[in-house]
């Protein structure tokens, strides 16, 4: 299995590209499902989820191919209709298949996808959607199978806070008959990507970008080509290695519409954030690392997926900080890792970290639990004495492309590397 080395103490310098945001790529996969047309998208980067997502369509019949980070589509001989335990179980997201099938073949056999590192994560917020636009949902043998007579029927879903059952029931509904209307729908970008895709494809949705989306049914989607948004996440990844680093980065494509709340927290911790030309410009060149609070909530506030990675710059911050984790209940495996590296921080309660800023960090070795701890354990290696290595960083692979290669172009001394024996997983 991979490892990564990093030796911190660098500052990092210079110029770093974001990619496509992987959280929209995986549901613009899916919603390729919805057309017999092909289906074209630009700036997708190399990711373990996207080889995933790629097996699920393939599976089902799509021809995929990805080339020159543009992702060819095309639905037109879809042979089954079910998504297996393997692969929904290696990634959640392919349970977003569902809607899409359901609308345009009405009928879709999806394995339930389990429990998770970071919280139970159930999906009763989508089986919920797809029931109100008139789908019968049996759960038989770890599978739901949902079929519906013919086109399923518009309504009014109210929904609990859900990223992934909004863009479900969004792709459910744009075949739909009649008018649907989501309420309390996730205004992600990541959604609104989505629901921007579905409205060149041919979709009538309006209110998007808001908490109320409208969906007026049409009978056919055709094939487009889209470009993705930049990732907000992978952008904050690199600003927080610029402050932890108290270097300067220009983060190519990152943009403060995305990442607005992030970039005030960040400020207010000490760095300097402008946005110039086509991304932002991060420095922590000479500046005292300030301890901050934040909550994780939705879009437009602090999101979860960037909680880890700022709690490794408050690991370094005068004062004591808080992080408060709204979304999931269990997103703090990173702490004890963390804390391994010198980290003074103690869990109160499931929901609230309290962190004393510490002098130094020093490497360790550590492990990685989910994709978004392993970024932050990346990032603490940067900034610590000595030699971090971090295991298990398959995690890593399935949200950012080479983070290793971009890290080590501005100065970073990091490397990846197989231990002798160790067989690839
Ligand atoms: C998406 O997951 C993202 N995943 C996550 O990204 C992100 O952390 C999350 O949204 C929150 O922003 C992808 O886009 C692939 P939710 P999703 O439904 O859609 C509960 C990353 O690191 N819930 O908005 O699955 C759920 O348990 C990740 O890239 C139900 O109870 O998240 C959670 O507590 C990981 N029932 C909360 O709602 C349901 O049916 C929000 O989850 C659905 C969700």
Redesign the pocket.
């Known amino acids: 299995m991979d490892k990564i080395r990093v030796i911190g103490g660098n500052a990092l310098k210079g110029n770093i590209i974001v990619k496509g945001a992987?959280?929209?790529v995986?549901?613009l996969m899916a919603c390729a499902l919805l057309t017999e047309e092909e289906m074209i998208f630009e700036n997708v980067p190399y990711l373990a989820?996207i080889k995933t997502m790629t097996q699920v369509l393939e599976h089902l019949g799509a021809k995929v191919t990805h080339e020159n980070e543009t992702l060819k589509i095309r639905a037109n001989e879809i042979s089954r209709l079910d998504a297996p335990y393997e692969l929904v179980s290696k990634?959640?997201?392919s349970f977003?298949v569902l809607g899409p099938l359901l609308g345009r073949f009405h009928q879709a056999k999806i394995s339930l996808p389990g429990g998770?590192a970071?919280?139970?994560?159930?999906?009763?917020?989508?089986?919920?959607a797809m029931e109100r636009l008139g789908a019968q949902i049996d759960i038989q043998n770890g599978y739901v199978q949902a079929c519906s007579s013919g086109r399923l029927k518009g309504n009014k879903i109210i929904f609990?806070?859900?990223?992934?059952?909004?863009?479900n029931a969004l792709m459910a509904a744009v075949l739909a008959k009649g008018t649907t209307e989501i309420i309390n729908a996730?205004a992600?970008p990541?959604v609104t990507d989505l629901a921007r895709c579905l409205v060149q494809m041919g979709a009538k949705i309006s209110g998007i970008g808001t908490r109320r989306l409208v969906v007026e049914g049409v009978e056919t989607l055709k094939g487009v080509r889209y470009k993705v948004i930049p990732d907000r996440?992978e952008a904050t990844t690199y600003a927080v290695a610029a402050g932890i680093t108290h270097g300067e980065l220009y983060i190519e494509n990152a943009h403060l519409y995305l990442m607005e709340d992030v970039a005030f927290v960040l400020t207010r911790m000490g760095l300097d954030v402008i946005e110039k030309n086509n991304g932002l410009f991060v420095s922590g060149k000479n500046c005292e690392l300030i301890a901050t609070d934040i909550v994780t909530e939705?879009?437009p506030g602090f999101?979860?997926?960037c909680q880890a990675q700022v709690m490794a710059l408050m690991c370094l911050a005068k004062g004591t900080s808080t992080v408060t984790e709204n979304?999931?209940?269990n997103r703090f495996m990173h702490v004890q890792e963390l804390v391994r590296m010198g980290a003074n921080i103690h869990l109160q309660g499931t929901r609230t970290a309290v962190i004393r800023g510490v002098d130094f960090l020093s490497g360790a070795p550590v492990m990685a639990s989910?994709?978004?701890a392993s970024a932050a354990l990346v990032l603490a290696g940067l900034a610590a004495k000595g030699e971090t290595i971090i295991n298990r960083i398959y995690h890593l692979d399935?949200?950012y492309d080479r983070l290793e290669e971009k890290l080590r172009s501005v100065g970073a001394n990091i490397v990846r590397f197989r231990p002798i024996g160790d067989e690839e997983i």
Not at 118 to 128: E, S
Not at 161 to 167: D, K, L, N, S, V
């Open positions: 992987k959280n929209a995986l549901p989820d990634m959640r997201a977003w998770c970071i919280g139970t994560r159930p999906v009763d917020r989508h089986l919920y609990q806070p859900t990223m992934g059952g909004t863009m996730a992600e990541e996440i939705e879009f999101p979860t997926d979304i999931f209940e989910d994709l978004r399935r949200g």
